[in-house]
C-alpha cells in the first residue's frame, strides 16, 4: 500500500501563498444531445426509402398499356428499332435483380436499389425476374415501371434470359456524367 506524501508546513504555506489570488471556477452546465442510436438511424432511413418509393411507385396507377403483342413498353421518345432490340435479346442485360419470394413493398425498394446501382455503374440494360407464382408481381411490374422515369423501354425477356418470367428494361444514362 502506497503512502500519500508527506507535507511539511513550509510547502503547504507556500502552497496558499501561490493560489491567493485565485477563485473558485463556476461549474457549467452543459447538456449534450442524445447521440442517435442505430435504430434511430435505421427509422429514418427506412422513411427516406418509403418516400423515394411512394414517389416512383404507386399501385393505384392504371397505364393504358396494350399487351396483345406480350408486355413490353417504349417510350415515345425512343426509336422503335430499340424495343426491337431488347425483344430480340440482341441488348444483353449486366444486372440481373430476382424479386421471387418478396412482397410488393420489397419489391419495389429492390427495384429502386437496381435503379441506383444501374445509373451509378453505366448500366442500361438489366432484367428483373418475377417468377409465375399467382402472377401478383408479374402483374404489378409494369406498371410500376412505366412510372419511372429512367424506363425507356422494357418487354418479356428472350428465352435465355428468363422468358415470360422476367423483363428486360432499358434504362435512361446522364449524358452530363460522362463529360
Known amino acids: 500500500m502506497k503512502k500519500p506524501p508527506i507535507t511539511t508546513d513550509d510547502e503547504m504555506q507556500l502552497f496558499r501563498q501561490a493560489v491567493s ?10 447538456r449534450h444531445a442524445r447521440a442517435q442510436t442505430k435504430q434511430h438511424i435505421k427509422q ?3 422513411n427516406q426509402q418509403q418516400r423515394q ?6 399501385d393505384d396507377y392504371e397505364p393504358l398499356l396494350d399487351f396483345s403483342r406480350g408486355v413490353e413498353f417504349r417510350q415515345p421518345s425512343l426509336p422503335s428499332h430499340q424495343l426491337k432490340r ?4 440482341d441488348l444483353a442485360p449486366a444486372l ?3 424479386l421471387h ?3 410488393r413493398a420489397e419489391a419495389k425498394q429492390e427495384l429502386l ?23 401478383i408481381l408479374k402483374a404489378q411490374l409494369p406498371k410500376w415501371l412505366v412510372q419511372h422515369p429512367d424506363v425507356l423501354a422494357f418487354c418479356e425477356a428472350p428465352r435465355e ?3 415470360r418470367n422476367a423483363l428486360l428494361i432499358l434504362l435512361a444514362q446522364d449524358d452530363t456524367r460522362r463529360a
Do not use: C, P
Not at 418509393?53 to 404507386?58: A, P
Not at 436499389?113 to 402472377?135: N, P
Open 21 to 30: 489570488g485565485s477563485q473558485k471556477l463556476q461549474q457549467d452546465t452543459i
Open 44 to 46: 429514418a432511413s427506412d
Open 53 to 58: 418509393v411512394d414517389q416512383f411507385f404507386s
Open 86 to 89: 431488347l425483344r430480340r435479346g
Open 96 to 98: 440481373f435483380l430476382d
Open 101 to 103: 419470394g418478396l412482397s
Open 113 to 135: 436499389a437496381l435503379f441506383a446501382t444501374s445509373k451509378r455503374e453505366w448500366i442500361d440494360v438489366v432484367s428483373v425476374m418475377h417468377g409465375q407464382g399467382m402472377g
Open 161 to 163: 434470359f428468363g422468358g
